[in-house]
């Protein structure tokens, strides 16, 4: 599973990516206020440069010093906005980043997902431009030469053509939601790189993630209910990784991958792992962390 890291940048950059018709008006907060703010508050004269990144994420770590030098290149002539993507995050360590790279452009949080699902997101770090006609026109994993050169495209006022868009539809979308918005189940979020890929950077997290996963299967055969259901994150992950991920763990029971994250995002799973307990279709307890360690432990 470890050998996948090394992959990550490479493999998803092949896949689709979905791009929203409506990203200013997605609500984001800002990181510096703590208010709510979106996309539509920033110069739409002007281009924009978002980058969603995690602060447990190596390869944006990586990225950062690179990022802040196109902020100060570039920042006059284009919104260049850091979006956290806040899964698994704490406040702190978004400050401390922002402090160990003098970072100066704005960040802002996607506290509910939306936009991370909005641009199709499979993995971090993740370059979105976008030109003044509001359409995606390039996005990469990489921070490249060739980022370069479309980033300073956009600054001279070329507005370069659309990327296609796969946009996953809101009809796709709610047939995916519809199944646990009636009935009673007991769903289970989380991913399968957070119990080591987590490790050295998140290493409480990581050990939460393995003890968890490998006593969640007891949990649900004590339990005897036949509606529990498994997701796991679709960031960085493909059918190899869940088949491993499944097996390592010995699951007991039903595990898809959440496609395009259309559930953590309407359900807010901001934190992995996760249970929500739902009756009649209604969200009826949420538990995660230390919450969920202690009703294994009964």
């Known amino acids: ?76 002539k284009i919104n260049i906005i850091a979006v956290n993507i806040n899964i698994n995050e704490e406040m702190k360590y978004i400050d401390d980043v922002i402090t160990k790279f003098g970072l100066t452009m704005p960040v802002l949080l996607d506290n509910e997902g939306q936009l991370s699902e909005a641009l199709g997101l499979v993995g971090t770090p993740f370059s979105v431009l976008i030109n003044t006609n509001n359409d995606v026109v390039y996005t990469t994993h990489e921070s490249d030469e060739l980022l370069d050169t479309f980033i300073a495209k956009l600054a001279k006022g070329e507005t370069l053509a659309s990327k296609s868009d796969d946009m996953l539809s809101e009809q796709a979308k709610q047939k995916i939601i519809a199944p646990w918005q009636t009935g009673n189940h007991t769903l289970f979020f989380t991913a399968t790189w957070c119990d080591w890929y987590l490790k050295d950077s998140r290493p409480k997290m990581a050990n939460d993630c393995k003890d968890i996963q490998s006593a969640i299967t007891k949990k649900f055969q004590q339990s005897g209910d036949k509606s529990w259901h498994g997701f796991v994150n679709h960031l960085w992950t493909d059918d190899k990784a869940l088949t491993d991920f499944i097996t390592l763990y010995q699951l007991g029971f039903p595990f898809n991958i959440d496609n395009n994250g259309v559930l953590f995002t309407h359900f807010n799973i901001r934190n992995i792992p996760t249970i929500i307990h739902i009756e009649n279709g209604k969200v009826v307890e949420k538990i995660t962390g230390d919450e969920i360690k202690q009703l294994l432990a009964k």
């Open 1 to 76: 599973m470890k050998a996948l890291l090394s992959l990550i940048m490479l493999v998803f950059t092949l896949v689709p990516m979905a791009f929203a018709d409506d990203l200013n008006d997605i609500p984001l907060t800002d990181f510096k206020s703590n208010k709510a703010i979106s996309l539509a508050e920033f110069d739409k004269s002007k281009p924009t440069y978002l980058k969603l990144w995690a602060t447990w994420c190596q390869p944006c770590m990586a990225q950062m010093p690179h990022f802040q030098k196109l902020h100060e290149t570039y920042g006059e």
